[in-house]
């Protein structure tokens, strides 16, 4: 008979599941801190014993780290994504930079369009709430804070659009971004007439997701990130200009 007995789940594998499902989902991050045993048991409505085993299962398996003294972390489970050889070869070549804005057009201009479909309200009231606070900083003209920003305004629509694939090969992307592996994001905010550039590009994507258009919000992703590839080739290009008249330079002075 195809049949077996029901077995009763152990509450540490109900909390493991739950946990499991929040790295999974995004909503728990890369060394975020859990919160003290206490405070999780009873959240969770379980006895501490039973939360002691759970957390020495994730642990088991390299989902959560302890830290003497500091508590339980979500592991930094997206540093295995590329080769620190690999990571080199990124930061040295330029066309890994343009094929990396092309690989972030392709899969954000997706999942702009998926979530234009798919969020639910909360979710896009989250990306509205991001790109409120890009104006303020906008009006700051604190280029740190504006590139940081950036980068939580696209991740967030990443997570709108509700593939936890693609939201976690696109954070390891992001972390490597953060790092300046491709290219320094806040070089981009120091031009006033860029700025104002971006700010508006963002404005069009968030338009385009509140009001619910696959179409619109794809294609302003899209439009958005060919101006990044097209600033930067220039930025590239005008860098190496510098160095070309700085060599001219040089070889006059010392004639």
């Given at each position: 008979m195809?049949?077996t007995?029901?077995?009763?789940?152990?509450?540490?594998?109900s909390?493991?599941r739950?946990?499991e499902?929040?790295?999974l989902?995004?909503?728990?991050?890369?060394?975020?801190r859990?919160p003290?045993?206490?405070?999780l048991?009873?959240?969770?409505g379980?006895s501490?014993?039973s939360?002691?085993?759970?957390?020495a299962?994730?642990?088991?398996?390299?989902l959560?780290?302890s830290?003497?003294g500091?508590g339980?972390?979500?592991?930094?489970?997206?540093g295995?994504?590329?080769s620190d050889?690999l990571?080199?070869?990124?930061?040295?070549?330029?066309?890994?930079?343009?094929?990396y804005?092309a690989f972030?057009?392709?899969m954000?201009g997706?999942?702009?369009?998926r979530?234009?479909r798919l969020?639910s309200?909360t979710?896009?009231?989250?990306?509205d709430?991001?790109?409120?606070?890009?104006?303020?900083?906008?009006?700051?003209?604190?280029?740190?804070?504006?590139?940081a920003l950036?980068?939580e305004?696209?991740?967030s629509i990443i997570?709108a659009?509700?593939?936890?694939?693609m939201l976690?090969?696109?954070r390891?992307?992001?972390?490597?971004?953060?790092?300046g592996?491709f290219?320094?994001?806040?070089?981009?905010?120091?031009?006033?007439t860029?700025?104002?550039?971006l700010?508006?590009q963002?404005?069009?994507?968030n338009?385009?997701?509140?009001?619910?258009d696959?179409?619109?919000a794809?294609?302003?992703?899209e439009a958005?990130?060919?101006y990044?590839?097209?600033?930067?080739s220039d930025?590239?290009?005008?860098?190496?200009n510098?160095?070309?008249?700085?060599?001219?330079?040089?070889h006059?002075?010392?004639?």
């Amino acid at each position: 008979m195809p049949y077996t007995k029901i077995q009763t789940e152990k509450l540490s594998q109900s909390v493991v599941r739950q946990i499991e499902q929040l790295i999974l989902r995004g909503i728990l991050r890369p060394g975020e801190r859990l919160p003290s045993e206490r405070e999780l048991s009873d959240r969770m409505g379980v006895s501490r014993p039973s939360l002691r085993d759970a957390v020495a299962d994730l642990q088991t398996r390299g989902l959560l780290v302890s830290r003497a003294g500091a508590g339980i972390y979500v592991a930094e489970v997206l540093g295995s994504a590329f080769s620190d050889a690999l990571v080199q070869l990124f930061a040295s070549h330029d066309e890994a930079v343009f094929d990396y804005i092309a690989f972030r057009r392709d899969m954000e201009g997706l999942a702009a369009e998926r979530a234009a479909r798919l969020a639910s309200d909360t979710d896009l009231k989250v990306v509205d709430v991001i790109f409120q606070k890009m104006e303020a900083a906008h009006l700051k003209r604190d280029p740190t804070d504006e590139a940081a920003l950036d980068a939580e305004f696209h991740l967030s629509i990443i997570e709108a659009s509700h593939n936890v694939i693609m939201l976690h090969m696109m954070r390891s992307m992001y972390d490597l971004l953060r790092q300046g592996v491709f290219y320094n994001r806040q070089m981009m905010f120091r031009n006033r007439t860029t700025r104002d550039m971006l700010l508006d590009q963002h404005r069009a994507i968030n338009t385009g997701l509140q009001a619910r258009d696959p179409h619109a919000a794809r294609a302003a992703v899209e439009a958005h990130l060919t101006y990044v590839e097209l600033s930067l080739s220039d930025q590239i290009k005008a860098d190496r200009n510098e160095a070309i008249a700085q060599q001219r330079f040089e070889h006059e002075r010392t004639r």
